[in-house]
């Protein structure tokens, strides 16, 4: 099923009082935090475009000062109050649906309480149980339950959405055992084993993308050591509510950066990269993701990817043309221009966005 709606109950899955956490059931101060593991959530599933509501058991205007205090009010687009006010329809879900225009196969409910199971049952919409906080609901209740906040987004997962030929992941496995055999084996004929490993590894890869033997070999099958991801630095650099962005020798665009060099740390390769491709000098800031390349873009290597996405700030300096781009802008979140997706999607854009716009972001990663 594909949502455009997730709406949250918002009393046990998104803030909880402080007695959670110290066991004395005491909230006369009424303070509340947010739960474990829920603002990460709550900021992926906005950069993946998802419409994010609220439920509240409180007044509406309370329970959104309660979103306000915990940080999380700016990634919602819509509360409901739980009681039903004078007039209108009893069920908080229907006036949701009603509020919003949401179809009802587009929402899904995320509650913590059998009340909230009923609603959603009442309201003919899609629900999931959060058990991240404590509630007193029965074990047997005929619905998907989630464990951590973490769970959702496993749940939400499109099956089949970016997955890899299987003869391409058996390949990489292969090339990874035999790799790792060939550097702490001592035994020859253990040796000659790994070696042939490798050249099964390379065949396949040769016959599934057409390349040459030779020329797979020297793609995928040039490392020694233990094998381990290739790291990739982008820089978010924003200008009056845009993101830089550069135009690559093919003509589309991207994040300015790069492979991290031998010698380079994060930081250092980050600036590095800014002021070849985009001719800034930049000031890196703090980590906006660690993400696997593999998982998130449209094309998967032979090896694994690591993409750390780095908030940057310009000191100065000015774009010139140069091997690698052609042009730089910036481009408003509504008027992104056409992506070069194997570096960076539309989904780590808006991620760079919300990690601007939000002081308190934690870093997001697979």
Not at 151 to 167: E, I, Q, S, T
Not at 228 to 248: C, H, N, Q, W, Y
Request: charged share 25%; with cysteine.
């Amino acid at each position: 099923m594909s949502y455009r709606h997730i709406v949250f109950d918002l009393e046990g899955t998104l803030v909880a009082p402080d007695w959670y956490d110290t066991g004395e059931r005491d909230n006369s101060a009424g303070q509340f935090h947010p739960c474990t593991g829920v603002r990460p959530l709550v900021q992926g599933l906005k950069a993946m475009s998802y419409i994010l509501g609220a439920i509240t058991f409180q007044p509406e205007k309370k329970g959104m000062d309660m979103l306000e205090k915990t940080g999380l009010a700016a990634y919602f687009s819509c509360s409901v109050q739980s009681g039903a006010p004078s007039g209108s329809l009893g069920n908080p879900l229907e006036r949701y649906l009603q509020k919003t225009e949401a179809a009802r196969p587009d929402v899904l409910f995320v509650t913590a309480g059998k009340t909230g199971l009923e609603m959603a049952r009442e309201a003919n919409v899609d629900c999931v149980l959060a058990r991240w906080c404590p509630e007193n609901v029965p074990d047997d209740m005929p619905v998907f339950c989630l464990n951590r906040p973490d769970d959702l987004a496993v749940f939400l997962g499109k099956p089949g959405r970016n997955l890899p030929d299987p003869w391409l992941s058996w390949a990489i496995e292969l090339q990874f055992i035999a790799q790792a055999g060939q550097t702490y084996s001592r035994d020859p004929f253990d040796l000659e084993r790994f070696d042939r490993i490798r050249e099964i590894a390379a065949e396949i890869m040769s016959a599934k993308s057409g390349l040459g033997l030779e020329t797979v070999k020297d793609l995928f099958c040039n490392e020694t050591g233990f094998q381990t991801p290739k790291l990739d630095t982008r820089a978010a650099i924003f200008s009056d509510g845009k993101i830089l962005m550069v135009r690559e020798s093919q003509g589309k665009w991207s994040l300015p950066g790069g492979w991290i060099d031998i010698d380079q740390s994060v930081a250092s390769n980050t600036i590095k990269e800014v002021k070849e491709e985009a001719g800034l000098d930049v000031e890196p800031v703090r980590l906006i993701a660690v993400l696997d390349g593999n998982r998130k873009q449209p094309r998967h290597y032979a090896y694994g990817i690591c993409k750390l996405f780095v908030l940057c700030r310009a000191k100065g300096g000015q774009f010139r043309p140069n091997h690698e781009t052609s042009a730089s802008a910036f481009f408003s979140p509504d008027a992104l221009p056409p992506l070069f997706t194997e570096k960076n999607t539309e989904e780590q854009i808006r991620m760079c966005f919300l990690a601007a716009a939000d002081e308190n972001w934690q870093v997001l990663f697979d």
